[in-house]
């Protein structure tokens, strides 16, 4: 049973640039993908950017040019880099560990998330 314990968010302003942070404990190599989540008040979680093992991105077109996501197997940790922070960015975010076959399914268990707060 993979672990996933998200951290990095925070109180910023429209425009500044967060990076969150998502460690692993146990194995993620039974995922072919992991991917990041939202979840603003009062909306369903939805899906932002995801990273399979060949190294293939891919965003919501509301987060492309804007967001990157990557990992570093080494340290079984997945990140989030986000510049150019908006109100409407602010949510919890998760991570995820899944399958990756033309859309993402979620596989592992959700963390308590990290909380991004993006004021106008």
């Known amino acids: 049973q993979v672990q996933l314990a998200e951290s990095g968010g925070g109180l910023v302003q429209a425009g500044d640039s967060l990076r969150l942070s998502c460690a692993a404990v146990g194995s993620t190599h039974i995922f072919n993908a992991m991917a990041w989540y939202r979840q603003a008040p009062g909306k369903e979680r939805e899906l932002v950017a995801t990273i399979t093992t060949a190294g293939g991105t891919y965003y919501a077109d509301s987060v492309k040019g804007r967001f990157t996501i990557s990992r570093d197997n080494a340290k079984n940790t997945l990140y989030l880099q986000m510049v150019s922070l908006k109100p409407e960015d602010s949510g919890a975010y998760y991570c995820?560990?899944?399958?990756?076959?033309?859309?993402?399914?979620?596989?592992?268990?959700w963390g308590q998330g990290t909380q991004v707060t993006v004021s106008s």
């Open positions: 995820s560990g899944g399958w990756y076959n033309y859309k993402y399914f979620p596989q592992s268990n």
